[in-house]
């Protein structure tokens, strides 16, 4: 750890992400700090570096309180996708946008140096764009991609010498984590090859820009380790390989079938869909400002979301609500 920001808060620390950034940051040396509604619990190392509190961040007070002595936030928190917006609009605009700015207040008041906000690629909606880079126009279709925008400005608004803003923009992401998400669409299409044997694509032509959540959590680490002026007021693209839903099918298809022989053949059937959110993201930024370039694949999010399923990681991967932000929301009446 090269960074002399010890003590990490985390919102969202034991969603999809935050159970593999959350370890990362443990095994580094970081103390962390995780503030979660844990809706789907928490499976994380017992470290004496760790404090996981069940909290709301929309409880402002309660935040204040545990941001003293923190020297960076990591804001993951968010109710993360358009079907779960779709779920409860209320919900999702006090979670994703009205809580927001007074975190940052607090945070700031409380002496944190360093606070990265977790974006969405998915602000720029449709673009016909060959490159979209950090400049493009937000576009959202949708109120989770409005939301994720209109915080932006916000953070700018209160960054100084003493407090770093940045912002990411990641793309979809995919793999393995001990809070496997089933409902993102490399993971989707592996579920279906995998306990299907059959991948189902709506549409196909759409590009997706994808990530590999390892190296997701990889640009967390390195916007903790960065140099302040490298990252003050900017705002980065993390994207890695742009595929349209049907090659994407088509990688799936190969790695399953190699790593699982004993499946056979993968049939790919399409069908026609209504969701035309198609972008290609540019993450040159990144790697011209930070040095950063993703280390894995998505055939690597492939094999490990097959040898997972191989090795029962992942049981019931359909009926199980728990894979699912949606259903589990659902299920619990998440308000």
Same mark, same amino acid.
């Given at each position: 750890m090269t960074s002399k920001l010890t003590n990490v808060l985390v919102t969202g620390g034991a969603g999809y992400v935050g159970h593999v950034l959350t370890p990362r940051l443990l095994s580094l040396g970081y103390k962390v700090t995780v503030v979660d509604k844990l809706w789907y619990g928490a499976r994380m190392p017992n470290d004496p570096n760790l404090r996981i509190i069940d909290g709301d961040i929309r409880d402002t007070a309660m935040l204040a309180g545990l941001l003293k002595g923190q020297d960076a936030v990591l804001h993951l928190a968010c109710i993360s996708n358009d079907a779960?917006?779709?779920?409860?609009?209320?919900?999702?605009?006090?979670?994703?946008?009205?809580?927001?700015e007074p975190m940052v207040i607090a945070a700031k008041k409380a002496g944190v140096k360093r606070f990265v906000y977790c974006s969405s690629s998915s602000v720029y909606g449709v673009s016909n764009s060959p490159d979209v880079t950090e400049e493009h126009p937000l576009l959202p279709l949708t109120l989770y991609n409005k939301f994720k925008g209109m915080c932006e400005p916000l953070l700018w608004k209160h960054k100084s010498?003493?407090?770093?803003?940045?912002?990411?923009?990641?793309?979809?992401?995919?793999?393995?984590?001990?809070?496997?998400?089933? &409902?993102?669409? #490399?993971?989707? %299409?592996?579920?279906? @090859?995998?306990?299907?044997?059959?991948?189902?694509?709506?549409?196909?032509?759409?590009?997706?820009?994808?990530?590999?959540?390892?190296?997701?959590? &990889?640009?967390? #680490?390195?916007? %903790?380790?960065?140099? @302040?002026?490298?990252?003050q007021g900017e705002v980065f693209n993390i994207a890695f390989q742009n595929h349209s839903i049907a090659?994407?099918?088509?990688?799936?298809?190969?790695? #399953?079938?190699?790593?699982?022989?004993?499946?056979?053949?993968?049939?790919?059937v399409t069908t026609p869909s209504n969701d035309n959110r198609s972008y290609h993201v540019n993450s040159d930024k990144v790697r011209r400002v930070l040095g950063f370039a993703p280390k894995r694949n998505l055939e690597d999010a492939v094999r490990d979301l097959a040898r997972a399923f191989r090795n029962h990681l992942m049981p019931n991967s359909f009926d199980d609500d728990w894979y699912y932000n949606v259903r589990t929301m659902k299920k619990i009446g998440a308000k």
């Open positions: 779960s917006f779709e779920l409860d609009e209320k919900l999702s605009e006090t979670v994703n946008f009205d809580c927001f010498d003493d407090f770093v803003c940045t912002v990411i923009r990641p793309a979809t992401l995919c793999g393995y984590s001990p809070r496997t998400r089933l &409902d993102l669409s #490399v993971n989707i %299409l592996t579920n279906h @090859a995998v306990n299907k044997g059959k991948i189902t694509v709506f549409g196909g032509d759409q590009m997706r820009p994808n990530l590999h959540i390892e190296d997701m959590v &990889d640009a967390y #680490v390195m916007m %903790l380790e960065a140099p @302040a002026e490298k990252i090659d994407i099918a088509k990688i799936v298809k190969k790695v #399953v079938e190699q790593e699982m022989p004993e499946l056979g053949d993968i049939e790919i």
